[in-house]
DNA sequence: GCCAACGTTGGC
DNA sequence: GCCAACGTTGGC
């Protein structure tokens, strides 16, 4: 089974678009610790939410992660960690911020706590939740 | 554009 | 090792 996590991007700096431009893109950039620890979790296979922040504020697709623990190539000190993902699939609806929060079930989420962590971790049980108010 | 939350830095 | 000051992120 594979893990799920929501990974943060600005879509003005690098959105959903461009993932599906590049086919394969470098999620990169992250400079926290705790970021840093789930980013080096993260395995091959493994899904993710792509979530546009400061502008949208909406989990917009799925992404699969391609190449696990690269080092950060924006990063000289060699220190931080990276990886590679590939689009799967776009959401037929988006779930925003808003619907989250509004969400019981999801009130305990890395997403909704911890609003500044840019790789978030998700429970297979909020995956699910989430999945079905973007596709059900 | 503002501000709250959080992380980091540096003086002591 | 503590904590105030500062910088950054991200929601509003």
Known sequence: M??????????F???WDDLIAEEEGVWDGVRNHLA???????????ECFFYHSR???EIVGICTV???DILDPTDETGK??????KPKRKFKNPVSLKQ???????????????????VA????????VICEMAEG
Do not use: F, H
Request: proline share 6%; net charge positive; with cysteine.
């Open 121 to 128: 971790q998700i429970t297979p049980e909020d995956w699910q």
């Open 66 to 68: 391609s190449v696990a």
């Open 13 to 15: 700096k690098y959105g």
């Open 55 to 57: 502008e949208g504020l």
């Open 2 to 11: 594979p893990n799920y996590w929501l990974i943060k991007s600005e879509p």
């Open 36 to 46: 840093k620890n789930n980013l080096k979790a993260m395995e091959v296979g493994d």
């Open 80 to 85: 931080w960690a990276a990886v590679k993902v």
């Open 100 to 118: 989250i929060k509004a969400e019981p079930k999801l009130a305990e989420c890395q997403l909704v706590k911890l609003s500044r962590l840019s």
